[in-house]
């Protein structure tokens, strides 16, 4: 069963919410990112897209996560970050615009479980990427976005009795809500329900965890083996389209693809203007102006990123 913690969590002082928070998907092109970067001393961009603030190559971390670390240390000096003295869970909530609504329980999780494989993982990591979080780990000392891990338990997450610290809307006219559970009642109470779940899974988030594997597997004197992470039970979860544009590396005939295809997959010529995927060991493919839907002949208990990557990327187009 993995285990779960609660922490002292580094927050931003209510006053500064809507300046502190960041989210890169806001802004159209990355001009507009470095003019918020720019004009607001405020927002967390000035860590998790420090590489704007410096003119060399994003491959380089070592010379552009000082800026980073500069803002955490300004922010903690001004005020605008908050340092708990309690242990706490907290209690996230999102609603968008239609009134759909999301809500997950932030908490650390044991880079322990990780290692058994009590919390779940299936993509590949890419090196580049997990040198830079490691980096930042090392500079900063701080994790500011935490891994999304899906759960099927049923986990209590009552907020009657909690303590709001935030609510506010952001451009894309989403709601968020952050409640903080100090009580020690309802502590216990989540970590044991969390406590009777076998496993939990990586929605979101695989390069945060193995950074901070990798990241505490070097440090020496670390206090503890913990990572943090959002929890959310899977049926909360809406799990968007990933698409994959496939360049083979020579020329590979459209018969000769959908050939392929057919040994592992049902291949059907697909009328709709962008197919939609609605069940598992289902996918869509575009070529040559035409949608056709791919449906694995033997079902797989494999995820279906992986499916794809076994089945098609490596197996077809041997990339």
């Known amino acids: ?27 159209p092109n990355q001009e507009d990112l470095v003019h918020e970067i720019r004009t607001n001393s405020f927002t967390f961009h000035h860590v998790t897209k420090s590489h704007l603030s410096y003119s060399g190559a994003f491959q380089e971390p070592e010379k552009f996560l000082p800026f980073a670390a500069k803002y955490i240390k300004d922010m903690k000096a001004k005020g605008v970050f908050i340092k708990e003295d309690k242990d706490s869970f907290y209690i996230y909530e999102q609603i968008r615009k239609d009134g759909k609504i999301f809500k997950g329980l932030i908490a650390l999780c044991a880079i322990s479980d990780y290692k058994a494989n009590k919390i779940k993982k299936h993509e590949e990591i890419r090196p580049s990427r997990l040198k830079f979080l490691v980096e930042l780990f090392k500079t900063t000392k701080i ?31 989403k709601r968020h809500i952050v409640y903080q559970v100090s009580d020690d009642t309802q502590v216990a109470e989540i970590r044991a329900a969390l406590g009777a779940i076998d496993s939990l899974y990586i929605a979101d988030g695989h390069h945060r965890s193995a950074s901070t594997e990798e990241f505490n597997a070097n440090v020496s004197a670390l206090e503890n083996d913990k990572s943090m992470c959002c ?18 590396i020579v020329n590979f005939p459209k018969d000769e693809i959908i050939a392929a295809l057919s040994v592992r997959f049902k291949v059907v010529n697909s009328d709709e203007t962008l197919y939609e995927i609605k069940n598992r060991n289902e996918f869509g493919l575009y070529i040559d102006k035409q949608w056709y839907r791919l449906q694995l002949k033997e079902s797989s208990d494999l995820p279906d990123v992986q499916v794809l990557e076994n089945y098609v990327v490596r197996e077809i187009f041997n990339i």
């Open 143 to 173: 994790m500011g976005e935490p891994t999304l891990l899906a759960h099927n338990g049923s986990v209590p997450l009552d907020v009657s009795a909690a303590n709001q610290l935030y609510s506010f809307t952001t451009l894309d006219d």
């Open 231 to 248: 929890i959310m039970h899977e049926e909360d979860l809406e799990i968007l389209p990933f698409h994959r544009l496939i360049k083979p």
């Open 1 to 27: 069963m993995p285990q779960i913690f609660p922490l002292k969590a580094l927050r931003p002082n209510p006053d500064f919410i809507s300046l502190v928070t960041a989210k890169s998907t806001d802004f």
